[in-house]
């Protein structure tokens, strides 16, 4: 009877571990579905989110490389046409001043207005360095051509200033305005100085001695006043390496001016010649 009774608690204790231990195998089969089921949601919203993240950095970059291409274009034919305006300033003489005056100011008027223009649309409102080097060739061009242009109308240097003033038109009031930075503005100085060099010596080939001299001084001024300001720019190689280029200008200048000056009443009958080795140029046609 004893033993019935303790086989009786015996099996009555077996079973209630058995369906202890079956519950909790059950919740741990539970826990452990849903803990996969969690983590397959959540892996599943990662990935998702990751994909949207790379298909908006793609669209983005995307619209970026079109952009410059455009802004490259739109750069390649404001170089284009600011050289034709400095071709058409080079065609100056005493006898033609006002008209080739006129016709090289239509014509940079007509650089802002169709090209210039479609670089204001394409850049205004974004960030400008970060687009710099694809359009900062035709800034410079465009900066050489309308300083060139004011030198030979004016006699004085066209600023930073007003060359920005004029580009506030083209731009939207609900955009920030493109505005040429400082270092495109040097840089498009410097290359002034060739231009200019070559023009003196075109004016003393026929006969524009004191023209000539101003240009000289004029071009000695810009050398010495950048000559303070490069050395502190540490981000600009172009810069440094344009102020070599000065220097060359400014030698050739003041060579064919000190020429004239001191032998010129050897070489009177010289003035107006084409002669590659004249005294005048000072140096062979080729490094001219």
């Known amino acids: 009877m004893l033993l019935s009774s303790s086989s009786a608690i015996i099996r009555r204790i077996s079973l209630s571990w058995l369906i202890m231990a079956n519950n909790s195998n059950f919740k741990s089969n539970r826990l452990a579905c ?43 034919d404001v170089t284009m046409n600011s050289k034709k305006v400095i071709f058409q300033v080079h065609r100056i003489s005493k006898n033609n001043k006002e008209e080739v005056l006129e016709k090289a100011e239509k014509d940079l008027a007509a650089v802002r207005d169709l090209h210039i223009s479609r670089l204001v649309k394409e850049l205004q409102g974004t960030d400008f360095w970060k687009l710099r080097r694809a359009y900062s060739p035709g800034v410079q061009e465009y900066v050489e051509a309308a300083t060139f242009f004011k030198f030979c109308r004016a006699g004085t240097l066209l600023n930073l200033d007003e060359i920005n003033a004029s580009l506030l038109p083209l731009s939207d009031p609900s955009f920030e305005p493109l505005q040429i930075n400082l270092l495109d503005y040097l840089l498009g100085l410097a290359d002034l100085t060739g231009e200019l060099m070559r023009l003196a010596i075109g004016r003393i080939s026929d006969g524009e001695v004191e023209y000539s001299a101003r240009i000289c001084q004029f071009v000695r001024d810009i050398y010495r006043e950048l000559t303070l300001v490069v050395p502190l720019m540490d981000d600009s190689y172009d810069m440094k390496t344009k102020m070599d280029t000065m220097l060359q200008s400014v030698v ?34 080729a490094e001219l």
């Open 252 to 285: 050739k200048i003041e060579n064919a001016c000190f020429s004239v000056r001191v032998r010129g009443s050897e070489y009177i009958p010289l003035l107006g010649s084409s002669d590659p080795n004249s005294f005048l140029v000072g140096v062979s046609d």
């Open 34 to 76: 849903s803990e996969r089921s969690t983590k397959r949601a959540r892996t599943m919203s990662t990935q998702s989110f990751i994909k949207d993240a790379f298909s908006n950095y793609a669209d983005y970059l995307n619209a970026l490389n079109e952009k410059r291409e455009r802004i490259v274009k739109a750069s390649r």
